[in-house]
């Protein structure tokens, strides 16, 4: 069985961090904040709300591993787990991007320093995006690691095809889906699982109400609860609020945690906070602000974790 939670993460400080308007098609989290989204102010803010959720990280007993972007072209260089995953069996996993400015987050560099430290074979599936086709890391898919389950809401980013074969590599079981949210009064997809889910040993935060097909909203739910998983459910508004990208981490002294943002944790109800303290979670949260609402992810966008343990 695998281990469902790290201890030791993978970060990449935001040095040219802003508006990407070419992920600004699909990712309507985006917002474009007039006259000041690309400019150093901006990015000023950015570093530092990084740089206090990795002290805070660190202060919870999280291993925290930074890199440097060298390549100081991607305003989306703070999002690693869309690029690289890492698995036991000492795996790591490269992924195919949909827009072109970000593939030069790949660094040589860092593929090379990490497959040599923890003597890995990568699994390099980046070729498919000359065929158009996506699967964005643990953006495209929320996954149980222990029950070897596998979920996925299906858009131009993740690819079915692509999903499966992941699925077929890794040994795990795809449940796909469509997840839905209301944009300028029309209904588009939502463009990554790991804003509206995520699965933790004995908990799964999930907009249900997003899930607009009933089979597969049921299909959801019958596999949450046959893996034995208390679930909370969030609304679109609380997805908005980046209440479903948070992430379930390990401290070194064997501590359950939950990281999210400020934002995220305000937008809990008393409800959900009892089921999360009922599953001894302990919540870790820091203002993401600007990194949620111009770059349009959050606290788990941010973290790429490292198994087995370094």
Not at 32 to 46: C, P, T
Not at 121 to 146: A, F, H, I, N
């Amino acid at each position: 069985m695998s281990k469902q939670t790290a201890c030791v993460v993978l970060m990449v400080e935001p040095k040219c961090f802003g508006f990407n308007p070419d992920t600004a098609v699909d990712n309507h989290f985006q917002t474009l904040i007039e006259g000041h989204s690309s400019n150093n102010d901006v990015r000023q803010k950015a570093r530092e709300e990084f740089t206090e959720y990795v002290r805070l990280l660190r202060a919870a007993g999280v291993e925290v591993h930074v890199e440097e972007d060298t390549v100081m072209i991607s305003p989306d260089a703070v999002f690693p787990n869309n690029w690289i995953t890492f698995h036991e069996g000492r795996t790591i996993a490269l992924y195919p991007m949909r827009a072109a400015n970000r593939r030069h987050e790949r660094q040589a560099s860092v593929i090379k320093h990490w497959s040599e430290k923890l003597s890995a074979r990568v699994v390099d599936y980046t070729s498919y995006e000359k065929e158009g086709k996506y699967l964005e890391g643990t953006g495209s898919m929320v996954l149980d690691r222990e029950n070897g389950v596998a979920y996925a809401c299906l858009s131009e980013r993740t690819s079915s095809e692509l999903f499966r074969l992941f699925c077929k590599d890794f040994g795990y079981r795809p449940i796909e889906f469509h997840a839905m949210q209301p944009v300028q009064g029309k209904m588009a997809p939502i463009y990554h699982t790991n804003v509206m889910m995520t699965v933790g040993k004995n908990l799964a935060i999930v907009c249900l109400e997003s899930i607009q097909d009933s089979r597969e909203k049921e299909l959801v739910v019958k596999t949450l609860e046959s893996t034995n998983k208390e679930i909370v459910p969030i609304t679109i508004q609380q997805v908005n609020d980046y209440v479903g990208n948070v992430l379930e981490l390990e401290s070194k002294d064997g501590e359950d945690l939950l990281v999210m943002s400020s934002r995220a944790y305000r937008a809990l109800n008393k409800d959900q906070l009892n089921k999360i303290k009922a599953c001894k979670l302990n919540i870790v949260h820091t203002s993401l602000d600007t990194i949620e609402t111009v770059g349009g992810g959050g606290a788990r966008c941010m973290l790429a974790e490292i198994f087995p343990p370094v």
